[in-house]
T-cell receptor, first 113, second 116 residues
Framework: DQQVKQNSPSLSVQEGRISILNCDYT??????FLWYKKYPAEGPTFLIS?????DKNEDGRFTVFLNKSAKHLSLHIVPSQPGDSAVYFC????????????FGRGTSLIVHP | DAGVIQSPRHEVTEMGQEVTLRCKPI?????LFWYRQTMMRGLELLIY????????DSGMPEDRFSAKMPNASFSTLKIQPSEPRDSAVYFC??????????????FGPGTRLTVL
C-alpha cells in the first residue's frame, strides 16, 4: 500500500516552460514533505521541503505547493532548464511514530532544449 | 566532507553467491539508512540505524538480507545467498536525527547489483 504516490512516471517539457510534478499522499499523519532530485549514476539529493503549517515554499526557480485538504503537493520549476532533467522523488514523514520519510516511486523529468 | 561513500559502485555476481555492500556515512551523522531502488517499487527503506543500533528492519525482504553497523563510521549490507530478483541499486544514506525526527538525508552514489 503506497502512502506516497507519484502517478506520472515521466514528464517531458520544453526549455523555458514550467514543469509541474505532482505527488499525493494518503497518511494524514504526514506533516513534513520533501523533494529529492536524482541524476543517473548518483544518489538522490535534497531539493526543497515544506512543513504542513505552510502552503507554499519557494527557492529560486523551485516552488512547492501543499494542499492539505486534498493531500496533494506539487513541485513547480520555472523556467525549466535542460540541467533539470532528472528523476524527482517526493517524500513525506510524520510527527509521531515513524519519523522516517516515505518515498514515492519518482517522476522522470526531461527538459528539451 | 566527502559525503556518503559506498563501495563497490558496481557488483556483478552469480546466483547463490554472497554479496557485501559497504557504506561510510557522513562524519557526525547519527542515523544511517539502507534503501533499494527498483523500477517497480521505487525507493524502499530496508533498514534504519540510529546511534549504530538497528531501529527498524521491517523493510528487509527476508532472512537472506542482513545489515550491521559495528561503529559510527561503517555499515554493511549482506545478501547470502543472492538471487536474480535482488538485482537493483542499493543506496546508503545518513542524517542527523534529533528527538526522533530525521533531518535531511544525504545519499551515497549507490551500488548497482546484478545477480546473474
Amino acid at each position: 500500500d503506497q502512502q506516497v504516490k507519484q502517478n506520472s512516471p515521466s514528464l517531458s517539457v520544453q526549455e523555458g516552460r514550467i514543469s509541474i510534478l505532482n505527488c499525493d499522499y494518503t497518511n494524514s499523519m504526514f506533516d513534513y514533505f520533501l523533494w529529492y532530485k536524482k541524476y543517473p549514476a548518483e544518489g538522490p539529493t535534497f531539493l526543497i521541503s515544506i512543513s504542513s503549517i505552510k502552503d507554499k515554499n519557494e527557492d529560486g526557480r523551485f516552488t512547492v505547493f501543499l494542499n492539505k485538504s486534498a493531500k496533494h503537493l506539487s513541485l513547480h520549476i520555472v523556467p525549466s532548464q535542460p540541467g533539470d532533467s532528472a528523476v524527482y522523488f517526493c517524500a513525506a514523514r510524520g510527527r509521531r511514530g515513524s519519523y522516517i520519510p516515505t518515498f514515492g516511486r519518482g517522476t522522470s523529468l526531461i527538459v528539451h532544449p | 566532507d566527502a559525503g556518503v561513500i559506498q563501495s563497490p559502485r558496481h557488483e556483478v555476481t552469480e546466483m547463490g553467491q554472497e554479496v557485501t555492500l559497504r557504506c561510510k556515512p557522513i562524519s557526525g551523522h547519527n542515523s544511517l539508512f539502507w534503501y533499494r531502488q527498483t523500477m517497480m517499487r521505487g525507493l524502499e527503506l530496508l533498514i534504519y540505524f540510529n546511534n549504530n543500533v538497528p531501529i527498524d528492519d521491517s523493510g528487509m525482504p527476508e532472512d537472506r538480507f542482513s545489515a550491521k553497523m559495528p561503529n559510527a563510521s561503517f555499515s554493511t549490507l549482506k545478501i547470502q545467498p543472492s538471487e536474480p530478483r535482488d538485482s537493483a541499486v542499493y543506496f546508503c544514506a545518513s542524517s542527523l536525527t534529533t528527538s526522533g525526527s530525521v533531518d535531511t538525508q544525504y545519499f551515497g552514489p549507490g551500488t548497482r547489483l546484478t545477480v546473474l
